[in-house]
């Protein structure tokens, strides 16, 4: 069972900041994803990388996969009250069966952002 | 599309009773996945199938049971409920893409046992 480390655990920002939260572990991915969750509701999938190195936007969301695929890190730039959430990383392992067992998620990074 | 529903939303057992949490989807995905949710315990794995009438355990099975008699449906079963149940349960469906598992959640359904 691979570990998975999400830091920060809570962040609480003000409206226009930057921040970065991270998705570490020691194992190596075949490929990580970003969910975000919103109180009340089911996560909702945000990106998928595949590629060592890899590097994605989605509009002030950007998403990087390490060189050795063990870890990602999200950066928001200036952050709006509507990013506000919890931001799970899920990797798939190297070897994981069938493509179709469920994933392993991280504990999360609680996010604030404060008007 | 409805995508993957829940019921109930909500519901209170007394230790011991029994109960069925439902899950349907409406995207013909083959694989659908139980988790809960626990306060700094993350999303957790509880069963999940990779098609009708084919099911396996996850990380925490104990106490619950599946099955899938149909692509659509899949109920997540607690025979006999404890308050170490009391946890936020998220069905999922899911297709497979790329070497990646790409999944769509429910909204959850809330269970509390007293």
């Known amino acids: 069972t691979q570990l998975l480390e999400q830091s920060p655990q809570f962040l609480s920002i003000q409206e226009g900041e930057n921040l970065t939260v991270y998705c570490n572990s020691s194992?190596?991915?075949?490929?990580l994803q970003w969910y975000r969750q919103e109180p009340g509701e089911g996560p909702v999938l945000l990106v998928t990388?595949?590629?060592?190195?890899e590097v994605k936007k989605l509009k002030r969301l950007t998403f990087q996969f390490g060189d050795a695929r063990k870890d990602s890190s999200l950066h928001i730039t200036a952050a709006q009250p509507g990013d506000t959430g919890l931001y799970l990383c899920?990797?798939?392992?190297?070897?994981?069966?069938?493509?179709?067992?469920?994933?392993?998620f991280g504990k999360g990074t609680h996010l604030i952002i404060q008007p | 599309n409805a995508g993957v529903t829940q019921t109930p939303k909500f519901q209170v057992l007394k230790t011991g009773q029994s109960m069925t949490l439902q899950c349907a989807q409406d995207m013909n995905h083959e694989y659908m996945s139980w988790y809960r949710q626990d306060p700094g315990m993350g999303l957790r794995l509880i069963h999940y199938s990779v098609g009708a009438g084919i099911t396996d355990q996850g990380e925490v099975p104990n106490g619950y049971n599946v099955s899938r008699s149909t692509t659509e449906d899949f109920p997540l079963r607690l025979l006999s409920a404890a308050p170490s149940q009391t946890s936020v349960y998220f069905c999922?469906?899911?297709?497979?893409?790329?070497?990646?598992?790409?999944?769509?959640f429910g909204a959850g359904s809330r269970l509390t046992v007293l």
């Open positions: 899920a990797p798939r392992g190297m070897y994981s069966g069938g493509g179709a067992d469920g994933l392993t």
């Open positions: 194992s190596v991915f075949s490929s």
């Open positions: 999922a469906s899911s297709y497979v893409t790329s070497g990646a598992n790409v999944l769509t």
């Open positions: 990388v595949v590629t060592g190195g």
